[in-house]
């Protein structure tokens, strides 16, 4: 498989249940990255990683948890949503020199019931 | 407030004529702006980018312009092609922010 990929591509949770979002890369990349997407509104950057290592969070509740195992994976783990994180959440990669250049997943469309 | 301002929200232009999606910003800080291009239930893609210290770049039917004074980003796609229909995003960045525009749906009619 080639480029960003993203699972579920769905998904619906209830606001007690805990879910984790996937996304792998096969560029090669050296930073990853998290944006929330809501109707509406423009792509939001949540978390940036960077050789494995946080080097960005915005603010981001702490509902959101990120987790970067490698510098191909990257997860989201979910736990007491909101019906306002409702959104299409997306991944993307770049080189860490070349951070203006991001491929992107096809996204995670989410409902928080 | 949003950075990054898209306000057109949809454009439509006939096959062949040039089709120009324009992109205003707040922060003098910027150090690249980049055009994303979207189709439906696909995430963005990269399209073309420009430094702050440029005013123009050029790739094949795609040219991205600059104008610092004006705060101001515009993409020319010329002759547009059916297959350009899509939703095109303009980003800017400075360090590890990135910040995006709310989308310009694009509709070019055969």
């Known amino acids: 498989e080639t480029g960003v990929t993203q699972t579920p591509r769905h998904l619906v949770m209830g606001m007690t249940n805990k879910k984790s979002l996937k996304c792998e890369q096969h560029?090669?990349?050296?930073?990853m990255y998290w944006y929330k997407q809501s109707a509406k509104k423009p792509l939001e950057l949540m978390f940036v990683?960077?050789?494995?290592?946080?080097?960005e969070n915005n603010s981001v509740p702490s509902r959101f948890s990120p987790e970067c195992p490698n510098s191909s994976h990257l997860f989201l783990h979910l736990h007491t949503l909101q019906p306002e994180d409702s959104a299409l959440y997306l991944c993307?990669?770049?080189?860490?020199?070349?951070?203006?250049?991001?491929?992107f997943g096809p996204g995670t469309r989410l409902l928080v019931l | 407030d949003q950075q990054v301002k898209q306000n057109s929200p949809s454009l439509s232009v006939q096959e062949g004529r040039i089709s120009i999606l324009n992109c205003d910003y707040t922060?003098?800080?910027?150090?690249?702006f980049l055009w994303y291009k979207k189709y439906p239930a696909e995430g963005p893609t990269f399209l073309i980018s420009?430094?702050?210290?440029?005013d123009k770049n050029e790739d094949g039917r795609f040219t991205v312009f600059l104008n610092k004074s004006a705060k101001h980003l515009s993409l020319h796609i010329v002759p547009s092609q059916p297959g350009d229909s899509a939703v095109y995003f303009c980003?800017?960045?400075?360090?590890?922010?990135?910040?995006f525009g709310t989308g310009t749906s694009l509709t070019v009619i055969p």
């Open positions: 993307a990669s770049s080189q860490v020199e070349r951070m203006e250049t991001q491929y």
């Open positions: 560029l090669g990349h050296n930073a």
């Open positions: 990683y960077n050789f494995k290592e946080q080097t």
């Open positions: 922060n003098s800080m910027f150090d690249y």
């Open positions: 420009i430094s702050s210290i440029k």
């Open positions: 980003a800017s960045t400075a360090g590890n922010q990135f910040y």
